[in-house]
């Protein structure tokens, strides 16, 4: 049965368009019939990702006001002919895309796509709520700590507006008055209209400047200490693949990889081990399943 999958996160520029991409391209590699609907009205990419801009006739928008039919909108891609874009409108705004359409149009793909994979925009607004109308699996980053750092940029932003637009009236309104018993020349007037747009956007820029999260650099410097990379010299495939296995069932070991093209090891120890003292027993294992091998501490 056909499944719809709604790539998400209510913050942008985390890789959506991306896994969309990926993931289409690799259920197509596997001889899936996909379909792919980049629902990012207004700001499309995911035609740029799969190299198909150049190829674009017509789009979502115009499948759902009638224009066309979905056959004429569709962008085959040029690999793999299983694996077909309905791009959206660059010049329209999420709003011409309702919930309801958009389901109608899934129920119309399911006939003929095994998956219809569906790129959605950031934030929670009607972009998002059409997208996930039609979803049977919903792909997203659930980590609860990011909506105490989405709130932290929102109070910080907000902030910043009410001191743009305070210090801008403060500055006009002192100009105006210095102005009205004729202190004021020329040079106030330009800093009292550009002087305080240039003010106005330096400071709005300290809303970039969001601290580190504590707790994700705790995470990170956790990591960092329990997960290492290793260099590694192995003749074959198979080799690598029975040298990642005797890494994975040493103990102490809570997970290994081997890149058998990149001659590298990553691993990631258990809390408490002694990488160390783990490594030496995983170098002694992969010995045992392949004498050839080596492991470099």
Same mark, same amino acid.
């Given at each position: 049965m056909s499944e719809v999958i709604v790539v998400t996160s209510g913050k942008g520029g985390v890789g959506k368009s991306t896994t969309t991409a990926n993931l289409g391209v690799g259920l197509a590699m596997r001889g899936q019939k996909v379909v792919l609907i980049d629902t990012d009205t207004g700001l499309r990419n995911l035609d740029l990702l799969l190299g198909l801009e150049n190829r674009i006739m017509y789009d979502l928008v115009d499948v759902i006001e009638g224009r066309v039919e979905i056959k004429?909108? =569709?962008?085959?891609?040029?690999?793999?002919?299983?694996? !077909?874009?309905?791009?959206?409108?660059?010049?329209?705004?999420?709003?011409?895309?309702?919930? /309801?359409? =958009?389901? @109608?149009?899934?129920?119309? =793909?399911r006939k003929e796509y095994d998956y219809v994979i569906i790129d959605c925009p950031a934030g929670i607004e009607q972009g998002f709520q059409t997208a996930i109308a039609a979803a049977d699996v919903v792909l997203m980053d659930d980590n609860p700590l990011q909506i105490a750092k989405? !709130?932290?940029? /929102?109070?910080?932003?907000?902030?910043? @507006?009410r001191q743009n637009i305070w210090g801008s009236i403060g500055i006009k309104v002192l100009v105006l008055m210095l102005g009205a018993v004729g202190i004021a020349n020329m040079w106030a007037a330009i800093f009292a209209d550009v002087g305080v747009m240039?003010?106005? @956007?330096?400071?709005?820029?300290? /809303?970039?400047?969001?601290?580190?999260?504590v707790d994700e650099e705790q995470k990170n410097r956790k990591d960092r200490e329990t997960m290492k990379t290793y260099k590694i010299d192995v003749d074959c495939a198979n080799c690598a693949n029975l040298m990642e296995e005797a890494a994975q069932n040493t103990p102490g070991i809570k997970s290994a990889a081997v890149n058998f093209m990149a001659l590298k090891m990553k691993v990631e120890f258990e809390e408490g081990a002694d990488p160390k003292q783990v490594m030496e027993n995983v170098r002694a294992n992969c010995k045992k399943v392949e004498e050839d091998c080596e492991v470099f501490i």
């Open positions: 004429k909108a =569709l962008v085959r891609h040029k690999k793999f002919d299983n694996l !077909q874009l309905l791009p959206t409108s660059q010049v329209k705004d999420k709003s011409a895309v309702n919930p /309801a359409d =958009l389901m @109608v149009l899934c129920d119309e =793909l989405a !709130q932290r940029l /929102a109070r910080k932003t907000m902030r910043i @507006v240039t003010l106005a @956007v330096l400071n709005a820029m300290r /809303a970039m400047m969001l601290p580190k999260d």
